[in-house]
């Protein structure tokens, strides 16, 4: 590492901090339930009542931090802010430098588990050949990375910041990269980018878009696919198109309510998991809280937005034209969001070697599933390894 453009970090949270948030949480004004199911329009009544309770009276903030920060944290200079990440050296003969990238709503909090699973495997059933020393940078713009006033970061951008990390400052001159939500977008534009760099990336998410091709004469799976993107257009993309055009405007409310920040998050926790119902089946409820309340007391909720503005009113981030020609692996959880065929996946990953249907999890694969999915990992880059030398 060239530790003299690094900051070891520490997260410690003032207790005013938190005063603040009891203090706001006991005051909170809850909408009525519509007359429909639980879940329907938004998130449950009875269920943030429950939860806002929860997290006044019981939730322990103080043992989310000692877990956080029993990994070695830093934070860096790059383009204008102070990134941070976790940055945790492999425990075997030759570890793999792997970067790993959370989405919109995660946080380093994601990988808790994960990280230790992939950093130290020996110890978690695993072969110590298959070691990585893993980095997992907060997103620019996101809890940790993020300072009032600070620029904002679209996918091409935050590639472009992580290049530089693995290599100019962390010195990795070659290195794997995995991601699911933005961070599958990130990986992907990586290797679109970056392939020089890259050994091979590893997704639980694609950042693949319809075609002509497929619209006009689909396969049985690309008509499944098409039915479920029908699906998720009509009833699950309300969250993008305000966080993608008026992002300033939603920010007043949640940046202000942490029982508002909360069911706006939440919310996701319930649909887009395998919990059948309960987002606590899925997630454990201190992780996801630890996860939320570092959205509130970092005040980033706003900034988190950023992507999707992005995204709406610039280029889809693989260019026209170009494709992404690194070994990419694939691990497709049952309850993802959105499926897409292999078909139309390899019309713009042209090197895809592995491509797994995973039998349990959703979106949130690294919090729901995370030893299933440290087992795709190891497998993915496994026969990759020879390239980083």
């Not at 430098?97 to 995660?106: A, D, N």
């Not at 620029?151 to 290049?163: M, P």
């Not at 690309?222 to 257009?233: A, I, N, T, Y």
Request: hydrophobic share 40%; glycine share 8%; with cysteine.
């Amino acid at each position: 590492m060239a530790a003299h453009v690094l900051t070891p970090f520490e997260l410690r949270v003032p207790e005013e901090a938190l005063s603040d948030l009891r203090a706001r949480l006991a005051r909170v004004r809850f909408p009525d339930e519509p007359p429909l199911a639980p879940w329907t329009t938004g998130t449950s009544v009875a269920y943030m009542q429950e939860l806002v309770d929860y997290w006044r009276d019981r939730f322990d903030w103080r043992a989310q931090e000692v877990r956080l920060n029993a990994l070695r944290q830093y934070t860096a200079p790059i383009a204008g802010i102070d990134l941070h990440f976790v940055c945790e050296e492999g425990r075997g003969p030759d570890p793999l430098p792997l970067l790993i990238s959370h989405g919109w709503p995660g946080s380093v909090f994601e990988f808790l588990e994960l990280i230790p699973m992939l950093t130290d495997p020996a110890r978690h059933g695993g072969d110590a050949a298959d070691s990585f020393t893993v980095v997992a940078p907060s997103l620019p713009g996101y809890t940790l990375s993020f300072r009032s006033g600070q620029e904002r970061f679209g996918v091409e951008r935050i590639a472009d910041v992580y290049a530089h990390l693995m290599t100019d400052v962390l010195g990795y001159e070659r290195f794997g990269a995995q991601g699911g939500d933005w961070g599958a977008f990130v990986a992907s534009r990586l290797g679109s980018q970056f392939a020089e760099r890259l050994i091979g990336i590893h997704l639980n998410l694609l950042a693949v878009r319809r075609d002509a091709k497929m619209l006009a004469d689909p396969t049985e799976d690309e008509r499944r696919f098409l039915d479920e993107l029908k699906h998720w257009l009509k009833e699950e993309t309300g969250y993008q198109w305000i966080q993608g055009t008026r992002p300033t405007t939603l920010a007043f409310a949640l940046t202000d309510s942490p029982a508002g920040l909360a069911a706006w998050i939440v919310e996701k926790f319930h649909a887009w998991t395998d919990c059948n119902g309960v987002p606590e089946r899925a997630i454990d409820r201190d992780t996801m809280l630890a996860n939320i309340t570092l959205y509130w007391l970092s005040g980033a909720i706003g900034s988190s937005f950023w992507p999707y503005y992005a995204r709406m009113h610039g280029p889809w981030p693989i260019p026209e034209g170009t494709t992404v020609d690194v070994p990419t692996g694939y691990a497709e959880f049952p309850r993802e969001i959105l499926r897409p065929p292999r078909s139309l996946a390899e019309r713009t990953y042209t090197d895809i070697r592995r491509w797994s249907v995973m039998p349990n999890g959703g979106h949130f694969a690294a919090l729901e599933q995370p030893q299933a999915l440290a087992n795709e990992i190891r497998e993915f880059f496994r026969p990759l390894r020879g390239a980083s030398a």
